[in-house]
């Protein structure tokens, strides 16, 4: 079955961290361009973070930078988004995307709701004491 899967969402207290990992199954992330996606109660989706399959360029989105960093492991087919100093507004369900024909990382990030070639199922994260 070919499908992203997102795991590593639950509850964590303002200041605290989690590690989100994006593995693929049934086809090979390598070539695959890999966008962190979020979307809050009545807010619109937006790109937090995303990583190139060619030279490991990233992006962020300016309300994440200095606190999360993307990372990919080919190896294990599987992207990782690790989340440091969450605080509540962090709390969304958050999605891993895919794409081969991403000309930038700042593009993917930039367009949440383009039809990617794969998208996962999402994974809550709720910041809150």
């Known amino acids: 079955q070919v499908q992203l899967v997102e795991s590593g969402g639950g509850l964590v207290q303002p200041g605290g961290s989690l590690r989100l990992s994006c593995a693929a199954s049934g086809f090979t992330l390598d070539y695959y361009a890999i966008g962190w996606f979020r979307q809050a109660p009545g807010k619109e989706r937006e790109g937090v973070s995303c990583?190139?399959?060619?030279?490991?360029?990233?992006y962020y989105a300016d309300s994440v930078k200095g606190r999360f960093t993307i990372s990919r492991d080919n190896a294990k087919n599987t992207v990782y988004l690790q989340m440091n100093s969450l605080k509540p507004e962090d709390t969304a369900v958050y999605y891993c995307a895919a794409d081969k024909s991403i000309t930038t990382v700042q593009a993917m990030c930039g367009t949440p709701l383009y039809r990617y070639d794969y998208w996962g199922q999402g994974t809550q994260v709720t910041v809150s004491s």
């Open positions: 990583i190139s399959s060619s030279d490991g360029s990233t």
